[in-house]
C-alpha cells in the first residue's frame, strides 16, 4: 500500500489509520492500491477467515485518516480479489464482530452482511485523463477510420486507414498529433499472442515505421484492470490491453509531412487464436498558423481504455475530467468521443445530457458534439460522463476545444 507521496505504508502505520481491538489483526494482502492513472485510491477490506467467493461489494467514502492521503477521499470495496486488499478481523467470524464495534470497523461489519457480488461482475479498466493540453492558434481535428473486416483468416490480418488532413502540413506548424490503433485479439479473458506492424505513408509513399511485430502479449486479468507494456518505446507512447483490445498509441508529429496519409497495419497469429482484426484507427493532431490565425483554442486531449458492460453493476468512474478552462462570454466548444461498440454512448456534460452526432463503424466510433451557447455549460472544471446504451461499450478517447470568440 503507497501513501499519497508514494512511499510503502508500513503495517504499523496500517494499524495507526485503522486502529483494531487487541483481538483483532490487519494484514496487507497485495501491493499498491492507488490507479496508475486516475490517481483515485481504491482500499479493499475482507474479514482474513471468509471465503474466497465471501464478502460483497460496497462503494462508498469516508474521510481520511490521520493525514494519510492528504486531500482524497477513499472508496471501500470488499472483495477477496482485487488489487490492494487489507483484511481485518481474527479467524473466528464471533470474535470479529465483537471487534468491529466502533468507528471503521463498524461500517466494515455491516458491509459483510449484505449479499455477494462476484468479482466477475465487471471488467476493469482506465478513465481517460487528460494526456495532452495546451493552446493552438490554429486548430485541432479528429479522424477516424473503421477498419474492421467481416472475415477473419486467424493466421494474419491486414488493414488500410486514408486520412486527408484539414491542412497541409508544410504550411502550418504541427504542434502535437496522436494516432491511436486498435486491434482484436479474439478473447476477454484468454491470453492469446499476436504481432502488429503499423507504416505510415505519405503521400502514396516515403513510409516511416511506427511498430515492427510489435508482440501483443499482455495478460488482462478483469479484476485487476487495465495491462501496460511498459517497455515500449518511441514513437510508442502507451500500449495497453483491456478485455480483447489492444490499443496502440504514437507520436506521430514529427511524421506528417503530406496532407495525404495513409496508415497499414498487419497483424499475426503467434498462439492461440489470436484474431488480429483492426477495429480502428485514429488521428488526432493540432496546429499552429503563423498568420490568418482566427484566435486561440484551448485543447484537451483524454485518453484510456475503460469499458461499460452489462456487468457493471454499480461502478460510478464513467467519467473523464476537462480542467482549468477560462470561462469566455462567447465561445465555439467541440467535443469528440472516441469508443469501441457496435452501438453510441449516452452522455451527459457538466450533468447535462448531450446527444453528439455518430459516425458508427462495425465495432468502433467517433462522436462529435459542437456548441456556441449555454447549456451545455463550460466550467473552470468540466466533467462528461460516459455509458453504455447496448451490452459492451468502450471509451479510448476523449478530446475537448474551446475557442473565445468576439
Known sequence: MLDSQGRLLRRDRLRSLFPAQPAAHISLRS????????????LFYRHAGAPASGPSQLTGAFPERDGAFPGRVFRETLSPHRVGEIAFGPQSMKTTRQCMLTGML??????????PVSADDAYLGTPPVTELKGVVNGGVDVLFSDTWKATNPIDADDAWANFTLEVNPANVNMQFAHLYVVVYSGNMTANYEGTETVEMYRNGGNAVTLADAQPLDLDYDPETGTAYNTTVSAPFT?????????????????????QDIDVYVQTTNETGRFDGRIKE?????GWNVTSGSSGDTQYWVNEGHDPMTKYIGTYTDNKTWFNGTTDPEAFTAELWVDYLASASGTYTWNDDAITPTATQGTYAGLEYLTWTAEPPYVQQDNVLTYDRS???YKIITAVFTLKETT
Open 281 to 285: 484507427v485514429k488521428l488526432v493532431y
Open 390 to 392: 447496448g451490452s459492451w
Open 31 to 42: 501491493g499498491c492500491a492507488r490507479s496508475r492513472r486516475s490517481g483515485v485510491w481504491d
Open 106 to 115: 463498524v461500517l466494515i461489519a455491516a458491509c459483510m452482511l449484505t449479499a
Open 238 to 258: 502507451d500500449l495497453s490491453r483491456v478485455t480483447s483490445d489492444y490499443v496502440s498509441v504514437f507520436d506521430v508529429k514529427n511524421y506528417l509531412t503530406s
